[in-house]
Antibody, heavy 123, light 107 residues
Framework: QLQLQESGPGLVKPSETLSLTCTVSGGSISSSSYYWGWIRQPPGKGLEWIGSIYYSGSTYYNPSLKSRVTISVDTSKNQFSLKLSSVTAADTAVYYC???????????????WGQGTLVTVSS | EIVMTQSPATLSVSPGERATLSCRASQGVSSDLAWYQQKPGQAPRLLIY???TRATGIPARFGGSGSGTEFTLTISSLQSEDFAVYYCQQYNNWPRTFGQGTKVEIK
């Protein structure tokens, strides 16, 4: 059974870089059938897709965050990572990693998800 | 960017009753729509993809319908474990976008 687990600091100072890692277990991140994505959820609010990566390193980013986001993959560790630079309080959220499934046309829905990790931006 | 609008924001339903949730896309997304359930303190769980196909292990009381810009999630007979927030997500265009959610609460 595939499982994803986010890890990283729970507190980041304004203007610094948020860094999170997602460790995949029970399956290979190098599968050709999936992308791997990051989604966030500010407290009490809805979901926002941040970006997704293929095992080869190919990425898609949300244009609203693209200038500040870098997603990378380490197939040897079965992990992928998120870096978000120049953070502000508006970046405070629960950050989820998830597997993104390919349907007949494109990279589609997210399943399963990690449990999520709360990152607070505060001095 | 495709904007997904869900209604109502909150739905009050008695156990055993039927719940109907709506999701509207700002432009056509064909049948490229998924539904998720999120309980407090938990990650979202995939319920429906392709607008109407139940994900593995999802009970038959959950049904999805629609195409283009109008979609519906129906829960035929609400069980106690179904009280949660439900989100729709389109995957027809980048960026992938979610609705703001509908909270299904006990009446």
């Amino acid at each position: 059974q595939l499982q994803l687990q986010e890890s990283g600091p729970g507190l980041v100072k304004p203007s610094e870089t948020l860094s999170l890692t997602c460790t995949v277990s029970g399956g290979s991140i190098s599968s050709s059938s999936y992308y791997w994505g990051w989604i966030r959820q500010p407290p009490g609010k809805g979901l926002e897709w941040i970006g997704s990566i293929y095992y080869s390193g190919s990425t898609y980013y949300n244009p609203s965050l693209k200038s500040r986001v870098t997603i990378s993959v380490d197939t040897s560790k079965n992990q992928f990572s998120l870096k978000l630079s120049s953070v502000t309080a508006a970046d405070t959220a629960v950050y989820y990693c998830a597997r993104q499934v390919y349907d007949s046309k494109s990279w589609a829905w997210f399943d399963p998800w990690g449990q999520g990790t709360l990152v607070t931006v505060s001095s | 960017e495709i904007v997904m609008t869900q209604s109502p924001a909150t739905l009050s339903v008695s156990p055993g009753e039927r719940a109907t949730l709506s999701c509207r896309a700002s432009q056509g997304v064909s049948s490229d729509l998924a539904w998720y359930q999120q309980k407090p303190g938990q990650a979202p769980r995939l319920l429906i993809y392709g607008a109407s196909t139940r994900a593995t292990g999802i009970p038959a009381r959950f049904g999805g319908s629609g195409s283009g810009t109008e979609f519906t999630l129906t829960i035929s007979s609400l069980q106690s474990e179904d009280f949660a927030v439900y989100y729709c997500q389109q995957y027809n265009n980048w960026p992938r976008t979610f609705g703001q959610g509908t909270k299904v609460e006990i009446k």
